[in-house]
């Protein structure tokens, strides 16, 4: 299923928790950069991939873990997939890759941006039961074609009569 479709399902209240996220390092450590850490916190969503197609969604969809950073938030961050005030952006960081100690890495990031001055681009927030999908295009497409070239095997006849001249036969000594 890689690469994985994605949901993220709002809902009125906070239903779920992101955790921390760190959006840049100091130079060779493992120490955030001061005022780029995204603490963990209750969120009004939750995002899941998809791993299998059997149509049950209990099976299907599994729980991913998220960051959540209010870039530039109106106020304090609320923990609300929302964009208020007059510049706001939020955005989730979905965590589902992980490095080699199985901590998570971000593979995708779905942002929400406020542009409050152009009529055409107002943003209407999520709402409690909508659910954004995440629809990753996948390679392999009815329409592909994939053409293979292969080298025809042929018997060397000369090594063929090298090697016959090595095969030895022995009386097997269990036969009486």
């Known amino acids: 299923m890689l690469p994985y479709d994605y949901r993220i399902i709002f809902f009125e209240e906070q239903a779920d928790s992101s955790i921390d996220l760190c959006m840049?390092?100091?130079?060779?450590?493992t120490t955030c950069f001061p005022g780029f850490l995204h603490p963990s916190k209750a969120v009004n969503f939750k995002?899941?991939?998809?791993?299998s197609l059997t149509g049950n969604d209990d099976i299907d969809w599994e729980q991913i873990p998220i960051g959540f950073v209010d870039v530039i938030p109106f106020g304090d961050p609320d923990?609300?997939?929302?964009?208020?005030?007059?510049?706001?952006s939020d955005w989730i960081v979905f965590m589902d890759h992980e490095d080699d100690e199985g901590n998570p890495l971000p593979s995708w990031r779905f942002l929400l941006n406020?542009?409050?001055?152009?009529?055409?681009l107002v943003n209407s927030d999520p709402e409690a039961g909508d659910t954004a999908y995440i629809i990753i295009d996948k390679p392999f497409l009815s329409t592909d074609v994939y053409e293979f070239s292969t080298i025809a095997s042929y018997i060397n006849q000369d090594s063929a009569?090298?090697?016959?001249?090595?095969?030895?036969?022995v009386p097997s000594s269990w036969i009486f």
């Open 114 to 120: 406020l542009l409050p001055y152009d009529e055409i």
């Open 79 to 88: 923990g609300y997939f929302n964009a208020d005030g007059d510049r706001e």
């Open 24 to 29: 840049r390092f100091l130079p060779n450590s």
């Open 161 to 169: 009569s090298y090697d016959m001249d090595k095969i030895k036969v």
């Open 47 to 51: 995002v899941e991939r998809q791993v």
